[in-house]
């Protein structure tokens, strides 16, 4: 599927970085991606091949230019990127594209320059050592600056288009819970019923895994050879991407009617992420949302429970800022995307991993997804 967002909307991205390159006396911005989203978020075009990469160059005040590590994927580039200047790599070495994008930044006659180099974000460094020394080798005369932080500031505030786009993923990762529901029956297996669900969005042009657990003892283990039986409950996290843009949702099923104790965990969790959703107002601290699911947590009185950290921001990535922590200071605002989704093992009573995405607005947060409300029975 492409992406949902205009040529006119990336160019205000542009627009927006080179006002923070100003600031910052930047004359170029280097952006590397492999898996993350950088080059996503500024070109539209994202490697898709396992070992594939990507850089974009945007000078100060010339057109940006789009390196793709192999020749075989410029087609497709030229479909999905607004950028006009898109090279092939002369070498599948990363070492030797960064070293083409040196002769090119000399050729503009920026050698000598600041340039902000962007390869890493909230999850991972993508940037190792050997290709950022071939980097500096091709380029001996420029400075380099980290410039990370002020492409992920930029990409904190989703879009009109962007929320439009993580609302469609929701909605995808919905309808793979609903298939993963008719696929919960005796006999089957953990790993049988998560392909068929997952395939609910392959067919729509989406990317999904799904974790699944049948048994409280093993609520973060990926799908296994574990058989559905009757009785029992069912903890998942659904991860969908559709568009370029990830989501995920926590869903608890039972086979059969619940016993009291899982009613009791499932109503924990449930009161923990509501709360930590209604938390989730502008103006708000991050680790506000943090601290008003485990106070729901801690004042319900159960006991022998461990806690689940309570989510994470996402987008073109998974994670994205923020992370719901009580450390994280940072405070929220209109446009910030979080997934909300605590959960809680208790010992001799079950399992409970709740929640979904949410955008934070200037009133109530605005649920993507259509949230868990009870135990689905199945």
């Given at each position: 599927?492409?992406?949902?967002?205009?040529?006119?909307?990336?160019?205000?991205?542009?627009?927006?970085?080179?006002?923070?390159?100003k600031?910052?006396?930047?004359?170029?911005?280097?952006?590397?991606?492999?898996?993350?989203?950088?080059?996503?978020?500024?070109?539209?075009?994202?490697?898709?091949?396992?070992?594939?990469?990507?850089?974009?160059?945007?000078?100060?005040?010339?057109?940006?230019?789009?390196?793709?590590k192999f020749?075989?994927?410029?087609?497709?580039?030229?479909?999905?990127?607004?950028?006009?200047?898109?090279?092939?790599?002369?070498?599948?070495?990363?070492?030797?594209?960064?070293?083409?994008?040196g002769?090119?930044?000399?050729?503009?006659?920026?050698?000598?320059?600041?340039?902000g180099?962007?390869?890493?974000?909230?999850?991972?460094?993508?940037?190792?050592?050997?290709?950022?020394?071939?980097?500096?080798?091709?380029?001996?005369?420029?400075?380099?600056?980290?410039?990370?932080?002020?492409?992920?500031?930029?990409?904190?505030?989703?879009?009109?288009?962007?929320?439009?786009?993580?609302r469609?993923?929701?909605?995808?990762?919905?309808?793979?819970?609903?298939?993963?529901?008719?696929?919960?029956?005796?006999?089957?297996?953990?790993?049988?019923?998560a392909?068929?669900?997952?395939?609910?969005?392959?067919?729509?042009?989406?990317?999904?895994?799904?974790i699944?657990?049948?048994?409280?003892?093993?609520?973060?283990?990926?799908?296994g050879?574990?058989?559905?039986?009757?009785?029992?409950?069912?903890?998942?996290?659904?991860?969908?991407?559709?568009?370029?843009?990830?989501?995920?949702?926590?869903?608890?099923?039972?086979?059969?009617?619940?016993?009291?104790?899982?009613?009791e965990?499932?109503?924990?969790?449930?009161?923990?992420?509501?709360?930590?959703?209604?938390?989730?107002?502008?103006?708000?601290?991050?680790?506000?949302?943090?601290?008003?699911?485990?106070?729901?947590?801690?004042?319900?009185?159960?006991?022998?429970?461990?806690?689940?950290?309570?989510?994470?921001?996402?987008?073109?990535?998974?994670?994205?800022?923020?992370?719901?922590?009580?450390?994280?200071?940072?405070?929220?605002?209109?446009?910030?995307?979080?997934?909300?989704?605590?959960?809680?093992?208790?010992?001799?009573?079950?399992?409970a991993?709740?929640?979904?995405?949410?955008?934070?607005?200037d009133?109530?947060?605005?649920?993507?997804?259509?949230?868990?409300?009870?135990?689905?029975?199945?």
């Open positions: 599927m492409m992406t949902r967002i205009t040529t006119g909307e990336f160019q205000q991205r542009v627009q927006n970085i080179r006002a923070q390159m600031k910052r006396n930047l004359e170029v911005f280097f952006i590397y991606s492999q898996k993350r989203g950088h080059v996503s978020y500024v070109s539209g075009y994202r490697p898709n091949y396992h070992t594939n990469s990507a850089v974009v160059v945007l000078p100060l005040d010339r057109d940006p230019i789009l390196w793709v020749a075989f994927d410029v087609p497709r580039a030229k479909t999905i990127s607004w950028i006009s200047d898109i090279r092939p790599s002369k070498s599948e070495s990363t070492a030797k594209m960064f070293a083409g994008c002769d090119e930044i000399r050729a503009l006659g920026l050698e000598r320059s600041r340039i180099v962007v390869a890493s974000d909230l999850a991972i460094e993508e940037m190792g050592v050997t290709i950022f020394d071939a980097l500096r080798a091709s380029l001996p005369h420029a400075q380099f600056e980290p410039a990370s932080d002020l492409l992920s500031d930029l990409r904190l505030i989703k879009s009109p288009a962007e929320v439009a786009a993580l469609d993923s929701a909605q995808l990762a919905d309808r793979v819970a609903a298939a993963l529901g008719k696929e919960i029956r005796p006999g089957q297996t953990e790993k049988l019923a392909v068929r669900a997952a395939q609910t969005a392959r067919l729509e042009g989406g990317e999904c895994d799904v699944i657990s049948s048994d409280a003892s093993r609520i973060t283990y990926p799908p050879d574990f058989e559905f039986r009757q009785g029992c409950v069912v903890n998942c996290e659904i991860t969908v991407q559709l568009a370029g843009y990830w989501v995920q949702i926590c869903r608890v099923f039972s086979l059969g009617a619940p016993g009291a104790g899982q009613k965990v499932f109503e924990v969790a449930h009161g923990a992420y509501s709360a930590g959703v209604k938390a989730s107002v502008s103006g708000a601290r991050v680790s506000d949302v943090a601290e008003a699911s485990s106070r729901v947590i801690g004042a319900s009185g159960v006991k022998n429970l461990a806690e689940f950290g309570p989510g994470h921001g996402v987008g073109l990535d998974l994670p994205e800022l923020y992370p719901i922590d009580p450390e994280c200071k940072s405070t929220l605002a209109p446009g910030v995307i979080l997934v909300v989704h605590p959960g809680i093992w208790v010992a001799d009573k079950g399992a991993f709740i929640g979904g995405p949410i955008v934070v607005t009133g109530a947060p605005n649920h993507l997804d259509t949230p868990q409300a009870e135990i689905i029975e199945v």
